[in-house]
């Protein structure tokens, strides 16, 4: 909505003993025990850290796949969640435009670089005005939702809940979080890992902009964060 361009994420969902899931899967690949005895065996955070920053250094992330979170996210754009729907192995469910028919104004979203220029901002809100008054015009003269929505801009807000596992989240964190990324999905995404870092602190270290990570830059333009990879 006009003045509010905050993406509204919550954590609905995560294991309740994420680390020692992730902890068991690493242990087991190097371990004749059973993974419900390893499963069992130890509360040494410390331990389970250890090995887990060993194995998912190395590049083994299948050991984090067995993780799977779920956020609710609303207040964004449609421009935003057609960027986050393009990463793999996800699972949504968004606000169908087919199905739910706008009312009055539509709710959207202004980029920061439109806000703050007083008269492109009077510009574009006066424009999302005039597509409300033509969707509504549609509507009423018993065109369907699912085809007056072709007048909806990228700017109309949305709801979208997503899940997916550790590894597409550390993933998706590591591209997004970069400051190459759009300004929005870049807040999004921070906003996914703040959630998901408050309960599972331990996360933090992964869910960083890929230059934290590697400890350079490879994009083709640097932001100057980390040094450049020369080829």
């Known amino acids: 909505m006009e003045g509010n361009n905050k993406p509204v994420v919550h954590l609905i969902s995560r294991p309740d003993n994420m680390l020692k899931t992730?902890?068991?899967?690493?242990?087991?690949?190097?371990?004749a025990d059973m993974p419900i005895n390893?499963?069992?065996?130890?509360?040494?955070?410390?331990?389970?850290?250890?090995?887990?920053?060993?194995?998912?250094?190395?590049g083994h992330y299948s050991v984090i796949e067995h993780v799977q979170v779920s956020f609710a996210i609303s207040n964004v754009s449609r421009a935003c969640t057609h960027q986050l729907v393009r990463h793999r192995h996800m699972s949504f469910s968004q606000k169908s435009q087919r199905y739910v028919k706008e009312k009055g104004q539509f709710d959207y979203l202004i980029p920061p670089t439109i806000e703050k220029?007083?008269?492109?901002?009077?510009?574009?809100?006066?424009f999302m005005g005039e597509i409300s008054k033509l969707y509504t015009e549609f509507t009423e003269a018993g065109i369907p939702a699912e085809d007056a929505r072709a007048?909806?801009?990228?700017?109309?807000?949305?709801?979208?809940?997503?899940?997916?596992?550790?590894?597409?989240?550390i993933h998706i964190a590591n591209l997004r979080?970069?400051?190459?990324?759009?300004?929005?999905?870049?807040m999004m995404v921070k906003a996914m890992c703040d959630e998901l870092?408050?309960?599972?602190?331990?996360?933090?270290?992964?869910?960083?902009?890929?230059?934290?990570?590697?400890?350079?830059?490879?994009?083709?333009?640097?932001?100057?964060r980390k040094p450049k990879l020369e080829l």
């Open 22 to 31: 992730v902890y068991t899967a690493a242990r087991t690949c190097y371990s």
């Open 38 to 58: 390893i499963y069992n065996s130890t509360d040494d955070e410390e331990k389970m850290l250890k090995l887990i920053d060993r194995v998912v250094g190395s």
């Open 117 to 126: 220029d007083e008269a492109l901002k009077e510009k574009f809100v006066s």
């Open 151 to 169: 007048v909806l801009p990228n700017a109309a807000a949305t709801s979208i809940v997503a899940s997916l596992n550790l590894r597409e989240l």
């Open 177 to 186: 979080l970069c400051s190459r990324a759009q300004y929005e999905i870049r």
């Open 197 to 224: 870092i408050k309960v599972e602190p331990w996360l933090k270290p992964y869910l960083v902009p890929k230059c934290e990570r590697l400890g350079y830059c490879d994009e083709d333009k640097s932001c100057g």
